[in-house]
């Protein structure tokens, strides 16, 4: 079964990729930063617990908020799934695909056919689109190849891995019942609450606190102990490239201020995209001076990612209180 006139959702994060092909569907079509901007998806999370072999490093609002934002301020209705059974997941999938409605998942991409890079991440958002009795059809991020597909069984493992970050077999549909608000209202209301939340952090590791926290954090890394070196290449990989906490969200967060700007045309916009236009490219060198410290060993890299997260922390509150102004 595969639903007919379905076309994919170009993206470079897989969140927000995940709901254009969503939203597509039925007809409702946006950029990928006003996706990233409507649902509030600027954020940040330095996160640290016993049983991890690393800190993980997130640029964005926690996992499952961004599809939840952008289904209220679009007036949808939000249809989540989640069951401890394999067996009840397929069903989850398979009776809205045999009535022609693609289906979100959220999945760990270590067991994805088509994924390369073998790393466990149990918050990969993916769309499905149809299945035959071996593959599941797929529709994913441009890095990833966009329309592709895996085996039923290893999409079973994917929605079904423990650990950080996972659900239980979660899927998730939208339903269009009412007509769209007005653009500039929920542009509005989105920028002021992502801007109070942002600033407003209820921990010190998340939000503007949390990068003020990694800038000190990242002095103790060297002490981790074994396998530094590969962890700290593999962390600046996956910020980088992999768009967990690199310079991807802050990319769409200026082009979704952009956006806005048009719509909207306040000057605190303008001043705030012309901040996100600097910040953006300091966090790829943050990245770079994390990559370089893992293949050198020398931890003057680190420090230079310390003074160079305390330069954001910085520009980035002064980026959001313009906006919180609004």
Same mark, same amino acid.
């Given at each position: 079964m595969i639903i007919d006139r379905f076309v994919s959702f170009t993206g470079e994060h897989c969140e927000t990729t995940a709901m254009g092909n969503l939203l597509s569907h039925v007809g409702i079509r946006l950029s990928e930063p006003m996706l990233f901007g409507i649902g509030e998806g600027l954020g940040f999370i330095y996160w640290d617990r016993k049983g991890m072999d690393f800190p993980f490093i997130g640029g964005r609002v926690k996992s499952d908020e961004l599809t939840a934002s952008i289904a209220f301020h679009l007036n949808l209705k939000l249809t989540v799934q989640e069951t401890g059974s394999i067996t009840k997941a397929w069903f989850n999938i398979k009776e809205n695909i045999d009535r022609g409605i693609p289906v979100g998942l959220k999945l760990d991409c270590y067991?994805?056919?088509?994924?390369? =890079?073998? $790393?466990?991440?149990?918050?990969?958002?993916?769309?499905?689109?149809?299945?035959?009795?071996?593959?599941?059809?797929?529709?994913?991020?441009?890095?990833?190849?966009?329309?592709?597909?895996?085996?039923?069984?290893?999409?079973?493992?994917?929605?079904?891995?423990?650990?950080p970050m996972s659900s239980r077999n979660l899927s998730y549909t939208i339903e269009k019942t009412t007509a769209l608000p007005q653009l500039s209202s929920l542009i509005?209301?989105?920028?002021?609450?992502?801007?109070?939340? %942002?600033?407003?952090?209820?921990?010190?590791? !998340?939000?503007?606190?949390? !990068?003020?926290?990694? =800038?000190?954090e990242v002095l103790k890394w060297p002490s981790h102990g074994p396998n530094l070196a590969h962890n700290l290449c593999l962390t600046a990989q996956l910020m980088e490239r992999g768009?967990?906490?690199?310079?991807?969200?802050?990319?769409? %967060?200026?082009?979704?201020?952009?956006? =806005?700007?048009? $719509?909207?045309?306040?000057?605190?916009?303008?001043?705030?995209?012309?901040?996100?236009?600097? !910040?953006?490219?300091?966090?790829?060198? $943050? =990245?770079?001076?994390?990559?370089?410290?893992?293949?050198?060993?020398?931890?003057?890299?680190?420090?230079?990612?310390?003074?160079?997260?305390?330069?954001?922390?910085?520009?980035?509150?002064?980026?959001?209180?313009?906006?919180?102004?609004?």
């Open positions: 067991h994805l056919d088509y994924f390369k =890079s073998k $790393v466990h991440f149990a918050a990969h958002y993916a769309t499905m689109y149809g299945y035959d009795d071996e593959y599941a059809y797929m529709a994913d991020t441009s890095q990833q190849g966009g329309i592709t597909k895996t085996r039923l069984a290893t999409l079973a493992l994917a929605r079904n891995e423990k650990g509005r209301t989105s920028i002021l609450r992502n801007a109070y939340r %942002y600033l407003n952090p209820p921990i010190r590791n !998340i939000g503007i606190k949390g !990068i003020e926290k990694m =800038s000190a768009g967990t906490g690199g310079a991807l969200f802050r990319n769409l %967060y200026r082009d979704f201020l952009k956006e =806005s700007l048009g $719509v909207l045309g306040d000057s605190k916009i303008e001043r705030a995209y012309l901040k996100f236009i600097e !910040i953006a490219p300091l966090w790829s060198e $943050v =990245s770079a001076s994390i990559d370089n410290a893992g293949r050198t060993g020398n931890w003057d890299w680190l420090r230079q990612a310390s003074e160079l997260l305390m330069h954001i922390a910085c520009k980035e509150r002064e980026a959001m209180e313009l906006l919180l102004e609004l």
